[in-house]
């Protein structure tokens, strides 16, 4: 059984709303919730997940949100039909990309998908197999 980091917004959803890299304070993401629940998944990406979930793999989806939408982002994961077997909300802001770190180290994590390149080469630099998409999962 393989398993499989990736990213949400800007990976699973043809759009991401955070850069990781920017503090916000976590009630001003209320103005974006609207936003992401018109943000559909790219149908392609959930068909190709549900493909490889199918052959054996496991998806663990770790994403930038806060804590506080926990509950939201897994609402709208399972009413899209995303296939995941868990999910980590990290939060942004200073250290986004090393609490992802923490959570692949930490679930064992095989390879992660994210499709911002600067977050693929930070995991790469840190010994973890990235990639940007999931088309480059061999």
């Given amino acids: 059984m393989r398993i499989i980091g990736i990213d949400l917004d ?3 959803t043809p759009c991401g709303f955070y850069n990781p890299n ?3 304070p976590w ?3 209320y103005l974006l919730v609207p936003l992401t629940w018109l ?3 790219r149908k392609a990406i959930v068909k190709k997940m549900q493909a490889m979930e199918a052959q054996g793999c496991q998806f663990i989806v770790v994403t930038s949100w806060f804590g506080q939408f926990f509950r939201f982002t897994e609402r709208r994961l399972k009413s899209r ?3 995941y077997l868990k999910l980590f909300c990290v939060g942004p802001g200073k250290g986004t990309n090393e609490r992802k770190l923490k959570v692949i180290k930490d679930e064992k994590i095989e390879i992660f998908v994210d499709s911002n390149k600067r977050i693929v080469e930070f995991m ?3 010994s973890v ?3 940007t998409s999931l088309d480059g999962i061999d």
């Fill in 27 to 29: 009630w001003l993401s």
């Fill in 39 to 41: 943000s559909k998944p």
């Fill in 124 to 126: 790469k630099r840190n």
């Fill in 129 to 131: 197999k990235a990639v």
């Fill in 10 to 12: 800007g990976t699973i």
């Fill in 81 to 83: 039909h995303v296939p």
């Fill in 22 to 24: 920017i503090p916000l």
